[in-house]
Nanobody, 120 residues
Framework: QVQLVESGGGLVQAGGSLRLSCVAS????????MGWYRQTPGRAREFVAS????????HYADSAEGRFTISRDNAKNTIYLQMNSLKPEDTAVYYC?????????????WGQGTQVTVSL
C-alpha cells in the first residue's frame, strides 16, 4: 500500500522558517517526479514546487521562488520543502505528491497534508 506522510507543519511568525518532510512508503519513488502543493479553504490546490527523480531538476511557483527549496533523499524515500521568509499568505495545508507512470499505468499519489500557519 502506497503512503505519503507529511510532517513538519506548524505555527510560525512571519519571517520565520519551517521544513516540511514527506516520507513515501509502499514502493520506490526514486524514479518519480515529486512535489509540494498547497490549498486554502475555498481555493483550488496550487503548485508550490517539484523535483525530478534524480533531484537534478526543480521547479517553483513564482510565490515560492527564492524563499523555498525542495530537495530529496532517495535513500530515505523522502522529499523536503525548506521554507524561509514565510509570509501570512503562505498559510495553507501543504500536500506531498508523487506522479508518474509505470509502462502504460499512470499513478498520482497524495499525502494527507500538513497545516502551515504563518502569523503576523
Amino acid at each position: 500500500q502506497v503512503q505519503l506522510v507529511e510532517s513538519g507543519g506548524g505555527l510560525v511568525q512571519a519571517g520565520g522558517s519551517l521544513r516540511l518532510s514527506c516520507v513515501a512508503s509502499g514502493r520506490d519513488f526514486s524514479g518519480s517526479d515529486m512535489g509540494w502543493y498547497r490549498q486554502t479553504p475555498g481555493r483550488a490546490r496550487e503548485f508550490v514546487a517539484s523535483i525530478s527523480g534524480s533531484g537534478s531538476i526543480t521547479h517553483y511557483a513564482d510565490s515560492a521562488e527564492g524563499r523555498f527549496t525542495i530537495s530529496r533523499d532517495n535513500a530515505k524515500n523522502t522529499i523536503y520543502l525548506q521554507m524561509n521568509s514565510l509570509k501570512p499568505e503562505d498559510t495553507a495545508v501543504y500536500y506531498c505528491n508523487a506522479k508518474g507512470a509505470i509502462g502504460a499505468a499512470e499513478y498520482d499519489f497524495w499525502g494527507q497534508g500538513t497545516q502551515v500557519t504563518v502569523s503576523l
